[in-house]
């Protein structure tokens, strides 16, 4: 299991630092363009909005691998000791909730996008470029559960404090 976990953290990070040097490549190819020779590449600005959601997906999917991702744990601060797993467990069962919740709903807005229109950015079909909403959440929910089924068996890995 865990030579797969390691070629899953490995696709992850390779994607977001593909998706990062396209955008960088098309956006400096774009100002090139537009300064020096006064033309632009039309489907480059729609193509660049979509890759900010595929670095934000593959942002939050990589923090959620190692449980970085943001939130408030004020109550934690002031709970005792013993509250500590309880509120963990009850975080990690809102998290994939709230998760599967975003993966089931952008995945019908995904449908209906692939449906109903006929965009397209350079050929490709624009709801292509939205599939990274369903695949990022479910992956997130799957994680997070996955840290809450550690946690009722008490095995789930302690964050460390910042």
Request: net charge positive.
């Given at each position: ?10 696709l ?41 959601l595929?670095?934000g997906?593959?942002?939050?999917m990589?923090?959620?691998r190692?449980?970085e ?9 002031y ?7 309880g509120?963990?467990?009850l ?17 019908q807005?995904?449908i ?17 470029l939205?599939?990274?909403l ?8 799957l ?20």
């Amino acid at each position: 299991m865990r030579p797969l976990l390691k070629l899953t953290q490995r696709l992850e990070d390779l994607l977001i630092v593909l998706v990062l040097l396209g955008m960088m490549v098309l956006a400096v190819t774009q100002i090139v363009l537009r300064n020096g020779f006064g033309t632009s590449l039309v489907w480059v600005d729609p193509l660049l909005q979509n890759a900010v959601l595929w670095i934000g997906l593959l942002g939050a999917m990589i923090a959620t691998r190692n449980d970085e991702h943001i939130r408030i744990d004020l109550a934690s601060q002031y709970l005792p000791a013993a509250w500590q797993r309880g509120l963990s467990t009850l975080i990690d069962l809102f998290t994939c909730l709230v998760c599967a919740g975003m993966a089931w709903f952008s995945l019908q807005a995904v449908i209906d996008e692939a449906s109903f229109s006929s965009s397209r950015l350079a050929g490709v079909p624009s709801w292509w470029l939205q599939t990274i909403l369903p695949f990022g959440f479910a992956v997130m929910a799957l994680r997070y559960a996955l840290l809450l089924g550690l946690n009722l068996i008490g095995r789930r890995p302690q964050r460390e404090a910042p």
